[in-house]
């Protein structure tokens, strides 16, 4: 079916795009570099085709452009909005609730923490946020990989479940493959069984007592509490608002942000609190991913265009005996490949009109790219982070992570699988 | 009511941003939430189901973005340029000692480059050129109003230099041909008359210091390909039927290749990367700029610009007077909206293609935006990037740009009756 040239050359381009992507270290060209270039050269390339007058052109771009806009703008502002609760010290209070002597318990507190934290304010975030407490409490090195794998896992499955809480989720929400409450009501209880199945097995591994420091019990200023709440409530406000007025995501969440904004403003207004305030918080912002999320999400819709994704997911569903089992794989790959281009394609590949809104393709798709991520440590944004923050080996969570986390998906798919939808 | 609470809101968020120093509120904030305001506003005026709502912002989302990438695009390449102190080699090429000259210099730059690239982008370069090149706060903001007026003056005589006039020349109104050689002339004097008065304003010689400093590594080489990213948008579009912001990001693209591949050895460079440099743009003032775009597409969207436009032909019985109204009112809000109105209610077998009116309301609305510092989008973008005071630019600025514009639309009236 692919007999043109420009599509063979479409596919080239974003085959060699995507290597470059996932080997960043070696070509010493940074992702988001790749990804940006990538885009704009295979649109350059779907639009050399002849068939589009210069109006359909705009018009065929305009929309997806509006589409990934929206994503990115949300993300940011998602971003923004954790990074100035971070500022104002907001999370020092979880520190408190985790000045426990058993090992074990401080596992399942920092676990619950992720778990719920995650679904508000993104397991990205919090999973950084979490490990960063941690690693000040335990001194231990295996014990903090192990608490860290737990928040992960944790962190993972909780994002998976909310339409806020991870980007692929958030993706599929603002694509309108899936609503805010029945993604909440449909997906939580295999998430937090996949959550509790994954703390069960690593908390054998810990064992005893930290010892004794004197944990000083640290005073929380109101405003940084304050600061806490408005934040996710804010967050919080924009899928209740979606459902309301109608307002998109997007939108709500500027609106938000505008709020903490003024709110900011007018509190630190002396020159010496001036870093507390929003435009010198957003300095602070990695630009690369919106502009990696960018490039990937550019080259994806130019396969779509093109007609390669339509094509392919025709194969895949002849080849799959059913699209349970397409969701499935996408966790597999998930682990090794980059959730965001996956889904992105799989939102590419099949049209809404075949698999309608809060079908449980999306759904098991939500918790499988999201969850799915968490079995290798690079095959989620969360586990990279986590590797880069506490160096820890790829073969040490291969070895005693791994086993865990597949078996905590397995158990959180099955409880979907018999109790949510009869698939 | 629903109307009524609009403009309400939308008032009080064009004084807050006024205002923003006597209030402390950042004026991107105040941008923010009078869109967000306005658009939930605008939702319960639209009878159909929440789930479509999301179709009326997405229509104009697809524009406002655009724009938004394009200005991250080229203030990204005119920061990696600044890191590399590219700059430098433009300051010793110009080298010119007085500053008048250097303020009609910059003025017909930008007039030319205006002519062939839209405004904004034309001010969003000429502003960040400047930016680095001119030290002092006060002559800065003088010559940057220069930019805008020159910018603004520039896209009216041709039909791909504004937004406004482009709808004239693709509605059918205006012929190419036509707008040229009816408008260059007022156009061309709407600027020379603005920067008359103005350049009273600039004293002395622009002082050594600013004219030395030695560039960075590589520096030469990067500036030429980052204004040549810029300056090439044109060629791309042209090329590839992709919009500008597609070329801005694929110039920034080759040029953060480029420095990567330069600088990986060189751990001590390591500020000069792309990535890094990034890290300097000011996001504040893209969001003011997202929120202004956001909150007039609100305004567009439940039809009081065309309301007003209604009014203005009720009211006034003069083709020319309503031309210079709807110019003096696209200093108050936006012009794209005034013009899509005007073109709405006349018809074209009442003003025949390249009748006089359509040219008027051409040069109407592309340059009375200057008047007001909130009224173009060169304006906007100038005090979003500067942080000039509105009342700066009404002091200083709008006299002038006030003395071009009814000039230039003397030159017209004159021209008319000789031709």
Same mark, same amino acid.
């Given at each position: 079916?692919?007999?043109?040239?420009?599509?063979?050359?479409?596919?080239?381009?974003?085959?060699?795009?995507?290597?470059?992507?996932?080997?960043?270290?070696?070509?010493?060209?940074?992702?988001?570099?790749?990804?940006?270039? &990538?885009? #704009?050269?295979?649109?350059?390339?779907?639009?050399?085709?002849?068939?589009?007058?210069?109006?359909?052109?705009?018009?065929?771009?305009?929309?997806?452009?509006?589409?990934?806009?929206?994503?990115?703008?949300?993300?940011?502002?998602?971003?923004?909005?954790?990074?100035?609760?971070?500022?104002?010290?907001?999370?020092?209070?979880?520190?408190?609730?985790?000045?426990?002597?058993?090992?074990?318990?401080?596992?399942?507190?920092?676990?619950?923490?992720?778990?719920?934290?995650?679904?508000?304010?993104?397991?990205?975030?919090?999973?950084?946020?979490?490990?960063?407490?941690?690693?000040?409490?335990?001194?231990?090195?295996?014990?903090?990989?192990?608490?860290?794998?737990?928040?992960?896992?944790?962190?993972?499955?909780?994002?998976?479940?909310?339409?806020?809480?991870?980007?692929?989720?958030?993706?599929?929400? *603002?694509?309108?493959?899936?609503?805010?409450?029945?993604?909440?009501?449909?997906?939580?209880?295999?998430?937090?069984?996949?959550?509790?199945?994954?703390?069960?097995?690593?908390?054998?591994?810990?064992?005893?007592?930290?010892?004794?420091?004197?944990?000083?019990?640290?005073?929380?200023?109101?405003?940084?509490?304050?600061?806490?709440?408005?934040?996710?409530?804010?967050?919080?406000?924009?899928?209740? &608002?979606?459902?309301?007025?109608?307002?998109?995501?997007?939108?709500?969440?500027?609106?938000?942000?505008?709020?903490?904004?003024?709110?900011?403003?007018? =509190?630190?207004?002396?020159?010496?609190?001036?870093?507390?305030?929003?435009?010198?918080? *957003?300095?602070?912002?990695?630009?690369?991913?919106?502009?990696?999320?960018?490039?990937? =999400?550019?080259?994806?819709?130019?396969?779509?265009?093109?007609?390669?994704?339509?094509?392919?997911?025709?194969?895949?569903?002849?080849?799959?005996?059913?699209?349970?089992?397409?969701?499935?794989?996408?966790?597999?790959?998930?682990?090794?490949?980059?959730?965001?281009?996956?889904?992105?394609?799989?939102?590419?590949?099949?049209?809404?009109?075949?698999?309608?809104?809060?079908?449980?393709?999306?759904?098991?798709?939500?918790?499988?790219?999201?969850?799915?991520?968490?079995?290798?440590?690079?095959?989620?944004?969360?586990?990279?982070?986590?590797?880069?923050?506490?160096? #820890?080996?790829?073969?040490?969570?291969?070895?005693?992570?791994?086993?865990?986390?597949?078996?905590?998906?397995?158990?959180?798919?099955?409880?979907?699988?018999?109790?949510?939808?009869?698939? | 009511?629903?109307?009524?609470?609009?403009?309400?809101?939308?008032?009080?968020?064009?004084?807050?941003?006024?205002?923003?120093?006597?209030?402390?509120?950042?004026?991107?904030?105040?941008?923010?939430?009078?869109?967000?305001?306005?658009?939930?506003?605008?939702?319960?005026?639209?009878?159909?189901?929440?789930?479509?709502?999301?179709?009326?912002?997405?229509?104009?989302?697809?524009?406002?973005?655009?724009?938004?990438?394009?200005?991250?695009?080229?203030?990204?390449?005119?920061?990696?340029?600044?890191?590399?102190?590219?700059?430098?080699?433009?300051?010793?090429?110009?080298?010119?000692?007085?500053?008048?000259?250097?303020?009609?210099?910059?003025?017909?730059?930008?007039?030319?480059?205006?002519?062939?690239?839209?405004?904004?982008?034309?001010?969003?370069?000429?502003?960040?050129?400047?930016?680095?090149? @001119?030290?002092?706060?006060?002559?800065?903001?003088?010559?940057?109003?220069?930019?805008?007026?020159?910018?603004?003056?520039?896209?009216?005589?041709?039909?791909?230099?504004?937004?406004?006039?482009?709808?004239?020349?693709?509605?059918?109104?205006?012929?190419?041909?036509?707008?040229?050689?009816?408008?260059?002339?007022?156009?061309?004097?709407?600027? @020379?008359?603005?920067?008359?008065?103005?350049?009273?304003?600039?004293?002395?010689?622009?002082?050594?210091?600013?004219?030395?400093?030695?560039?960075?590594?590589?520096?030469?080489?990067?500036?030429?390909?980052?204004?040549?990213?810029?300056?090439?948008?044109?060629? %791309?579009?042209?090329?590839?039927?992709?919009?500008?912001?597609?070329?801005?990001?694929?110039?920034?693209?080759?040029?953060?290749?480029?420095?990567?591949?330069?600088?990986?050895?060189?751990?001590?460079?390591?500020?000069?990367? +792309?990535?890094?440099?990034?890290?300097?743009?000011?996001?504040?003032?893209?969001? %003011?700029?997202?929120?202004?775009?956001?909150?007039?597409?609100?305004?567009?969207?439940?039809? +009081?610009?065309?309301?007003?436009?209604?009014?203005?032909?009720?009211?006034?019985?003069?083709?020319?007077?309503?031309?210079?109204?709807?110019?003096?009112?696209?200093?108050?809000?936006?012009?794209?909206?005034?013009?899509?109105?005007?073109?709405?209610?006349?018809? +074209?077998?009442?003003?025949?293609?390249?009748?006089?009116?359509?040219?008027?309301?051409?040069?109407?609305?592309?340059?009375?935006?200057?008047?007001?510092?909130?009224?173009?989008?060169?304006?906007?973008?100038?005090?979003?990037?500067?942080?000039?005071?509105? %009342?700066?630019?009404?002091?200083? @600025?709008?006299?002038?740009?006030?003395?071009?514009?009814?000039?230039?639309?003397?030159?017209?009236?004159?021209?008319?009756? %000789?031709?």
């Amino acid at each position: 079916m692919l007999n043109a040239p420009v599509d063979w050359l479409l596919i080239a381009i974003c085959v060699v795009g995507y290597l470059f992507i996932m080997f960043e270290q070696s070509v010493k060209i940074g992702k988001a570099t790749s990804a940006l270039l &990538m885009g #704009v050269i295979a649109w350059i390339i779907e639009f050399s085709r002849t068939k589009f007058s210069h109006e359909e052109k705009s018009e065929i771009f305009g929309e997806h452009l509006s589409n990934i806009a929206q994503i990115i703008i949300f993300i940011v502002g998602v971003l923004t909005i954790v990074e100035v609760i971070n500022s104002h010290d907001g999370f020092r209070f979880i520190k408190n609730y985790l000045a426990e002597k058993s090992k074990r318990k401080v596992l399942w507190i920092a676990g619950a923490f992720a778990f719920f934290l995650s679904a508000v304010l993104g397991s990205l975030t919090m999973t950084i946020v979490l490990v960063a407490l941690i690693s000040k409490i335990a001194e231990n090195v295996e014990d903090r990989w192990i608490i860290g794998s737990g928040i992960l896992l944790a962190g993972n499955a909780g994002g998976a479940f909310s339409p806020v809480g991870d980007i692929t989720s958030t993706m599929l929400w *603002i694509g309108e493959q899936l609503t805010s409450s029945r993604m909440v009501l449909d997906l939580f209880v295999p998430s937090l069984v996949c959550a509790v199945i994954a703390l069960l097995l690593l908390q054998w591994r810990l064992k005893g007592n930290f010892p004794s420091i004197s944990y000083e019990e640290e005073k929380i200023s109101p405003i940084s509490f304050a600061i806490f709440c408005l934040g996710v409530g804010a967050i919080l406000l924009v899928p209740i &608002m979606k459902g309301l007025t109608g307002l998109p995501p997007f939108m709500g969440i500027l609106l938000g942000l505008s709020v903490i904004w003024l709110v900011t403003d007018l =509190l630190h207004r002396s020159e010496e609190k001036a870093h507390l305030t929003i435009p010198r918080i *957003i300095t602070k912002l990695d630009l690369r991913g919106a502009i990696f999320f960018l490039g990937i =999400l550019l080259a994806i819709d130019a396969l779509q265009t093109a007609g390669i994704l339509g094509r392919l997911a025709k194969t895949l569903l002849a080849l799959a005996p059913s699209p349970t089992w397409i969701s499935l794989s996408t966790a597999l790959v998930s682990a090794v490949i980059d959730n965001i281009p996956l889904t992105a394609g799989m939102m590419g590949m099949f049209p809404l009109e075949q698999f309608p809104t809060n079908h449980f393709l999306w759904q098991l798709l939500a918790y499988s790219a999201g969850v799915g991520g968490s079995i290798l440590l690079i095959g989620s944004a969360t586990g990279v982070a986590f590797m880069s923050m506490e160096k #820890v080996p790829l073969k040490w969570y291969l070895k005693n992570i791994s086993i865990p986390a597949l078996l905590a998906f397995v158990a959180g798919f099955l409880t979907y699988k018999f109790f949510i939808c009869q698939c | 009511m629903l109307i009524a609470a609009i403009i309400a809101v939308f008032i009080l968020g064009y004084l807050a941003i006024i205002f923003e120093h006597k209030i402390g509120v950042n004026k991107a904030t105040s941008a923010l939430l009078t869109a967000g305001l306005l658009w939930i506003l605008v939702f319960q005026t639209k009878e159909t189901l929440p789930q479509q709502h999301l179709h009326f912002l997405q229509e104009e989302l697809g524009g406002v973005i655009q724009i938004v990438l394009f200005l991250l695009g080229a203030l990204a390449i005119v920061e990696v340029i600044n890191a590399h102190k590219g700059f430098a080699h433009v300051s010793s090429l110009l080298n010119i000692k007085s500053k008048r000259a250097f303020l009609w210099v910059v003025g017909f730059i930008t007039f030319f480059l205006s002519a062939v690239l839209d405004n904004l982008t034309t001010a969003i370069v000429m502003i960040s050129l400047i930016r680095k090149v @001119v030290h002092d706060k006060e002559d800065r903001w003088l010559i940057g109003g220069a930019i805008v007026i020159a910018a603004n003056a520039g896209g009216a005589w041709t039909p791909i230099g504004d937004v406004t006039t482009t709808m004239l020349w693709i509605g059918g109104q205006l012929s190419s041909g036509a707008i040229i050689k009816s408008l260059f002339l007022p156009s061309i004097a709407c600027l @020379v008359l603005a920067l008359i008065p103005m350049q009273f304003f600039l004293k002395g010689e622009v002082p050594e210091h600013s004219l030395d400093a030695k560039g960075g590594p590589h520096s030469l080489l990067i500036l030429i390909l980052g204004v040549l990213a810029l300056v090439s948008v044109p060629l %791309f579009k042209y090329l590839t039927g992709l919009p500008p912001f597609m070329g801005i990001l694929f110039g920034l693209g080759l040029l953060w290749i480029i420095t990567d591949l330069l600088h990986h050895n060189h751990p001590e460079r390591h500020n000069l990367r +792309v990535a890094e440099v990034i890290k300097h743009i000011d996001i504040p003032s893209v969001v %003011f700029f997202l929120g202004i775009l956001l909150a007039v597409a609100a305004l567009q969207e439940v039809g +009081v610009l065309k309301a007003m436009a209604n009014y203005l032909d009720r009211t006034l019985n003069s083709q020319a007077l309503i031309a210079i109204f709807i110019g003096l009112l696209s200093a108050v809000v936006d012009n794209v909206p005034l013009v899509a109105a005007a073109m709405g209610m006349y018809d +074209v077998s009442a003003y025949p293609p390249d009748s006089s009116f359509w040219k008027m309301i051409a040069y109407a609305a592309g340059t009375g935006g200057s008047i007001l510092i909130i009224g173009s989008a060169a304006g906007v973008v100038f005090m979003g990037l500067e942080k000039v005071d509105f %009342f700066y630019y009404l002091k200083r @600025v709008s006299i002038c740009a006030a003395i071009g514009y009814f000039g230039g639309f003397a030159v017209y009236l004159l021209q008319q009756s %000789f031709f």
